[in-house]
């Protein structure tokens, strides 16, 4: 997704920022932190002056300080799209602020696209701030597995001793064991998590 | 596994801001001096290019590709709605691959 932004903004006029958000390092994945980030994403190896001047007083910037130098950055960008994945292992606490985060700028700077991953149930978060927030559920998608297990037979080491009758049983059976094992692990999920 | 790799640093637009600010295959942030390193570290400690690394050469070439086909993701990535849909979400359980869309 992003490397695919990544590719279009080199043919046209795009600037990029990404995220991943990670349970491990919650106490990190503050909400001032994750902007600093976005930031310093977009300003790339060219440190705007204001930045510069900031970082010079000596304190750490609050979240207004650093809201305030995203949006003096994007004025001048192409349009920029910011993408955050998982946002479910962000920490509760910080969901709401990081959401209210991300309207301002989208308020301030009306051309930003964010794109944001994460479990169904941030959908409620997102839509608090977004109420026009486009939703598509993603489940594993057959093409993907099968294309996947193709790629993993053509680079077996002993071919020769694979028919195409076997290799096409292989595939059937290794998609048709997936298939059952998304549905015979679902209920299980559901006893384990409530 | 594919790998897909960027052997230049990205420019773009007439700020020559680097999409990804990396040189060479590997993504590794490149600083024009240690003052800069220093002010980036100011802005955050976080480092997303690390992860996106990992992630991009863990990837299945053209996994998800279905996603930029849809009629949302283009509305979305058109952006003529403005800033009223300019949130795209995509949900799913842990392990889906919502991570590896490309």
Not at chain 1, 106 to 124: A, I, K
Not at chain 1, 148 to 154: A, G, P, S
Not at chain 2, 33 to 55: C, F, K, Q, T, Y
Not at chain 2, 57 to 86: I, N, Q, S
Request: aromatic fraction near 8%.
């Amino acid at each position: 997704m992003i490397d695919k932004l990544c590719d279009q903004a080199r043919e046209e006029d795009l600037a990029v920022a990404w995220l991943y958000c990670d349970y491990k390092a919650q106490q990190e994945q503050t909400v001032i932190n994750i902007i600093g980030a976005i930031l310093k994403r977009l300003v790339g190896s060219e440190i705007p002056e204001g930045i510069r001047k900031a970082f010079k007083e000596g304190r750490r910037p609050l979240l207004a300080d650093l809201m305030r130098m995203l949006r003096i950055a994007i004025a001048s960008l192409p349009p920029v799209f910011i993408c955050i994945d998982a946002l479910d292992e962000c920490l509760p606490k910080d969901l709401p602020q990081l959401l209210e985060s991300l309207r301002d700028i989208v308020r301030e700077s009306p051309g930003t696209r964010v794109f944001l991953t994460g479990r169904p149930h941030v959908g409620e978060a997102i839509q608090k701030y977004f109420a026009k927030a486009v939703a598509i559920p993603i489940s594993p998608n057959e093409d993907d597995m099968r294309n996947y297990v193709e790629m993993r037979l053509d680079r077996d080491e002993a071919p020769e001793a694979m028919d195409n009758a076997l290799r096409a049983e292989i595939v059937r059976i290794i998609l048709d064991k997936m298939s059952n094992m998304c549905v015979g692990l679902f209920p299980l999920f559901m006893v384990y998590t409530y | 596994m594919a790998q897909t790799t960027h052997t230049k640093p990205i420019t773009f637009g007439n700020n020559n801001v680097n999409c990804n600010n990396t040189t060479g295959s590997y993504n590794t942030t490149v600083y024009n001096s240690d003052i800069d390193a220093r002010i980036m570290g100011w802005l955050s400690p976080l480092e997303p290019d690390n992860r996106h690394h990992g992630v991009r050469t863990g990837r299945f070439e053209g996994v998800g590709d279905w996603l930029l086909e849809t009629r949302e993701f283009r509305e979305w990535r058109g952006g003529e709605d403005g800033a009223d849909k300019a949130v795209l979400f995509c949900s799913g359980d842990p392990g889906v691959g919502k991570t590896h869309l490309r």
